[in-house]
């Protein structure tokens, strides 16, 4: 409504604009302009303020479900557009059944599921830095300069750029892709052809600033950088300031990071093996296991190689790039190598593939029908996952992990709890009787507006939890009896250094569960 992008800094409008349309269709939706943390300076820093009055105060009194329903219906539809995408890059990649199976695999795994019904960037930032690669991939297979080509690179590259700022990791591994001989044989293996695509690359690089700028309302303004090194150029005006701090701010919150929790240890600085171990407890393990079968097999067949690199080398230079990142607060941020993961399962079913294990194994026909087998399996085994976890996906865990139920004593935050559980916590107080709890709540949801009868305990961010951690109302040794239901980032203490608080809980298995984000304890 206002056009003013400065509220999230570290988020580009695109998606959150998407996400907000819906929302036109109540015109009685209030925005408290004239709140304090509208007005203060800079807005990104108050934007929780801002989204609290927003949210559970000035529109109180309207269907806050119905408000998060409409917001979160174009995040769905961007993972069915994900999904969509994969098919047609493994037609152009693979053909036969790949697309098809590519298709399915990308609409069912649990992660994107998870991921793909929330108001985030996640979802958006992956499908749109996947299509700019596959768009790229179709312009620089071009023996000569394919204008309408580079026009639509160049513009998806915009909107990537303009939906989420990790997005420009990519830049770089473009740029390594570009150079590689991967697009055919003969002159495009030349060093001429590699200097086409990498120019090719930079100025549509430079188109998706264009593009960029227009998501941005062309904004024009004094820049806002907060490191005293960049500060005197705030006395500057130049285009979209916002875009140009959200990109320090990402580089500030990657060098810094923030608190982080990792198989029972913290760290404000990151794990180096943050993200190796959220990929191997959080992918389903058959997806694991096909991944690297499909990656050696691809690889060793000379007529799949080019396309088999093509798809490995962004997937292993982002994942690279994420473990060098001390921000480790979710799996979330490697969605992006999924969809390449997928097209490299795929190409296990090309026809390419076949063709090689038929010839390769001539006295075994039935070798060359395996692959087919495995990723059909895989289809089913998505399925059966997603069934049975649902409707909890993001606490998706493998059996390596010991399965969701263990989830929490390995990874928190996004990973497994978002405070997306509060409903289902009215729903388990009422079904076993339960007039009031203790409550240890993390997340941005007021439980008092679902109508809960409970004690704050120490949590986060909302007060009055966050103001208990100094003198929780209770015996950290030795908690009076009572029905205790905690947060799973909550029991871990994450934004604390010293965790003196739940150690008594954090001993003892839960009693029950409510989804697997809120741990039951019933003290006696």
């Given at each position: 409504?206002t056009g003013d ?9 695109l ?5 907000a349309l819906?929302l036109?269709?109540m015109?009685q ?5 004239d ?22 105060a000035a ?21 069915i ?8 890059f ?6 036969g ?10 609409l ?8 793909g ?16 690669t ?12 394919n ?5 639509a ?9 303009g ?24 002159a495009?293996?030349?060093w001429?052809s590699s200097l ?11 188109f ?5 700028w ?14 005293e090194r ?5 006395q ?8 140009w701090?959200?990109i320090?701010r ?5 060098e ?9 240890s ?11 171990v ?28 080019q ?5 490995l080398?962004?997937?292993l230079?982002?994942?690279?790039a ?8 979710g ?16 190409g ?6 076949k ?15 395996m ?5 059909f399996l895989?289809?089913?085994s998505l ?5 049975q976890?649902h ?15 263990n989830?929490?004593?390995i990874?928190v ?6 405070g997306?559980d509060?409903l289902?916590?009215?729903q ?5 009787g339960?007039?009031?709890?203790k409550l ?20 986060f ?5 966050y ?6 109302p209770?015996?950290?040794t ?9 947060s ?5 203490e994450l ?8 150690p008594?809980?954090?001993?003892r ?8 984000s ?7």
């Amino acid at each position: 409504r206002t056009g003013d992008p400065r509220l999230s800094v570290e988020h580009p409008p695109l998606i959150n604009v998407l996400s907000a349309l819906p929302l036109l269709t109540m015109p009685q939706i209030e925005l408290p302009l004239d709140d304090a943390s509208w007005q203060r300076q800079p807005a990104d820093v108050f934007w929780y303020l801002f989204a609290e009055e927003f949210l559970w105060a000035a529109n109180r009194d309207l269907d806050i479900q119905k408000i998060l329903f409409l917001s979160r219906l174009p995040v769905v539809y961007l993972a069915i557009a994900l999904s969509l995408v994969g098919w047609r890059f493994a037609q152009r990649l693979w053909g036969g059944l790949a697309p098809l199976l590519v298709l399915l695999l990308l609409l069912f795994d649990p992660n994107i599921l998870a991921h793909g019904r929330y108001v985030t960037t996640d979802i958006g930032g992956t499908l749109l830095v996947f299509l700019a690669t596959y768009l790229l991939w179709r312009m620089w297979r071009q023996k000569t300069w394919n204008w309408p080509a580079w026009l639509a690179a160049g513009f998806c590259m915009g909107l990537a750029f303009g939906g989420k700022l990790s997005s420009l990791v990519f830049v770089p591994i473009w740029m390594v892709l570009a150079v590689l001989p991967l697009y055919g044989r003969g002159a495009q293996r030349s060093w001429p052809s590699s200097l086409r695509r990498l120019l090719q690359l930079l100025s549509a690089g430079l188109f998706s600033i264009v593009v960029v700028w227009l998501i941005y309302g062309l904004e024009w303004g004094n820049f806002l950088f907060l490191d005293e090194r960049l500060a005197g150029l705030n006395q500057l005006r130049g285009p979209m300031p916002t875009f140009w701090s959200g990109i320090e701010r990402i580089l500030l919150l990657s060098e810094g990071g923030r608190p982080a929790f990792l198989m029972g240890s913290f760290s404000s600085q990151g794990f180096p093996f943050y993200f190796p171990v959220a990929f191997a407890v959080k992918t389903p393990l058959l997806t694991l296991a096909l991944f690297f079968f499909s990656a050696a097999l691809l690889l060793v067949i000379a007529r799949t190689r080019q396309q088999a690199l093509f798809l490995l080398v962004p997937l292993l230079l982002y994942f690279t790039a994420s473990t060098a990142s001390a921000l480790n607060i979710g799996y979330r941020h490697l969605l992006p190598i999924l969809p390449f993961v997928y097209l490299l399962i795929g190409g296990l079913v090309s026809p390419l593939a076949k063709t090689w294990l038929r010839e390769r194994f001539a006295d075994r026909p039935n070798v060359a029908n395996m692959p087919l087998a495995l990723v059909f399996l895989l289809v089913l085994s998505l399925l059966a996952i997603d069934a049975q976890i649902h409707p909890h996906y993001i606490s998706t865990f493998n059996s390596l992990a010991g399965g969701p139920e263990n989830g929490h004593r390995i990874m928190v935050d996004s990973n497994i709890d978002w405070g997306q559980d509060l409903l289902r916590l009215r729903q388990w107080t009422a079904e076993n009787g339960i007039d009031e709890l203790k409550l240890g709540w993390f997340g941005t949801a007021d439980p008092d507006y679902y109508g809960l009868e409970y004690e704050p305990l120490p949590g986060f961010p909302r007060q009055p939890f966050y103001g208990q951690w100094t003198e929780p109302p209770f015996e950290p040794t030795a908690p009076e009896p009572g029905i205790y239901a905690i947060s799973a980032s909550a029991l871990w203490e994450l934004p604390l250094a010293e965790k003196n608080v739940y150690p008594w809980f954090r001993e003892r298995e839960p009693d029950d569960r409510v989804g697997y984000s809120i741990l039951i304890y019933e003290v006696p």
